[in-house]
């Protein structure tokens, strides 16, 4: 059993706190990813569970054990570094092995250890090589055998895939996930990357400025943001934002900003005040071509067209700003020329002028 709880964490360094009386709970077996921009203290506090930082104040609970003051080896976990972190002059056998010799376990058990864990990760057949000789993904892929080999409680991934192409992360993270649902061992995961994060996560924590600032499933996060920070921060292309004024009509709200006219229902959201001012945001991804009868539409000029394969990012200019929707029918668009979009009132988001937060009420 290794649900983590960590209760009123707090980091310092000098006078300068960095994160302040953060409180989360992870259940057993659990695929949590930490995300947020650089300096938003999610790898602090990946090492902070690690026991690699100093907790300046506050908890650490592992399976219901107290571990704030426990050095790292005692605390049943293993970690992947961003650096593969490979002994040079070993072979990738003797670097998977060498935490298990370290604990003096028998060569026999080693072997079958080793066997299988390297079947699990594809390395069979680069056993007898050094890391030298191995792409970064293989390098990788030793690194997270090496933490695996020793059956911990807690996995700790801090950014593992960042120094690979493209390609290498999307099959490195597939592995990641299916190595989660063989062991059955609590993972969390660290990232600045929202498509990481989107595709492996149970539960992602969104962080910022040392705080949690929205956590869900990756659905809870994308479909319902708590913030307008949330909303801008995932999904690409970006969210659109515009400033509207609110009248309220029976029991709908329309939304006017310039020449763009939106209604939703007023159920769906807090009570709204005739005249207040509320930023809108409309992902691309929601929007598309409007048809005939589509009332939420917005005329504009195309500015550019995106190929993105399957379907196309298409950039409008409305009112002199730039708003931007995807549609798989982009081939049909051109600069320069008009277009109307649309969306459905129920992926219409507002948020609070003065405090950013969501108005829509909860589900």
Same mark, same amino acid.
């Given at each position: 059993m290794a649900n983590i709880k960590c209760t009123n964490i707090r980091k310092s360094y000098g006078g300068v706190t960095v994160i302040q009386d953060l409180n989360l709970d992870i259940p057993d077996h659990e /695929? $949590?990813? +930490?995300? =947020?921009?650089? =300096?938003? =203290?999610? %790898?602090?506090m990946l090492r902070m569970i690690a026991g690699l930082?100093? !907790?300046s104040g506050g908890k650490v609970e592992i399976g219901e054990r107290d571990v704030t003051h426990l050095p790292p080896g005692e605390r049943g976990v293993a970690m992947v +570094?961003? %650096?593969?972190?490979?002994y040079p002059h070993m072979s990738v056998y003797d670097n998977i092995a060498f935490g298990l010799r370290r604990q003096k376990v028998a060569e026999a058990e080693i072997a079958a250890r $080793?066997?299988?864990v390297s079947g699990l990760l594809g390395l069979e057949q680069f056993l007898d090589r050094k890391p030298r000789n191995l792409s970064g993904g293989q390098q990788q892929r030793v690194a997270m055998a090496r933490a695996m080999i020793k059956t911990p409680k807690l /996995?700790? /991934?801090?950014?593992?895939? %960042?120094?690979? #192409?493209?390609?290498l992360r999307e099959k490195l993270r597939t592995e990641i996930r299916r190595m989660h649902l063989d062991l059955k061992?609590?993972?969390? /995961? $660290?990232?600045?990357?929202?498509?990481?994060?989107?595709? !492996?996560? #149970?539960?992602? $924590?969104l962080m910022r400025a040392g705080a949690i600032e929205q956590q869900g499933t990756p659905s809870e996060i994308f479909d319902r943001p708590a913030t307008r920070f949330v909303a801008d921060f995932i999904g690409s292309p970006a969210m659109n934002f515009r400033d509207c004024t609110v009248r309220a009509d029976g029991g709908s709200i329309e939304l006017t900003s310039g020449s763009i006219r939106l209604r939703v229902p007023a159920s769906d959201f807090a009570p709204l005040a005739d005249g207040a001012t509320v930023e809108i945001g409309l992902r691309p991804s929601k929007m598309d071509l409007a048809a005939a009868g589509d009332e939420n539409a917005i005329s504009g000029t195309v500015v550019l067209v995106e190929n993105m394969g399957s379907e196309g990012q298409v950039v409008v200019d409305v009112d002199g700003r730039e708003m931007s929707f995807v549609t798989k029918a982009f081939r049909s668009l051109s600069g320069g020329s008009p277009v109307r979009f649309a969306i459905g009132p129920d992926s219409i988001h507002l948020f609070s002028k003065e405090t950013g937060r969501t108005l829509r009420r909860p589900a």
């Open positions: /695929f $949590v990813v +930490f995300l =947020g921009p650089s =300096g938003c =203290g999610k %790898s602090t930082e100093e !907790i +570094f961003q %650096s593969y972190a490979l $080793v066997t299988q /996995f700790l /991934f801090d950014e593992p895939l %960042s120094n690979l #192409d493209a390609k061992t609590t993972t969390i /995961f $660290v990232t600045h990357d929202q498509l990481e994060a989107m595709t !492996i996560a #149970d539960r992602i $924590v």
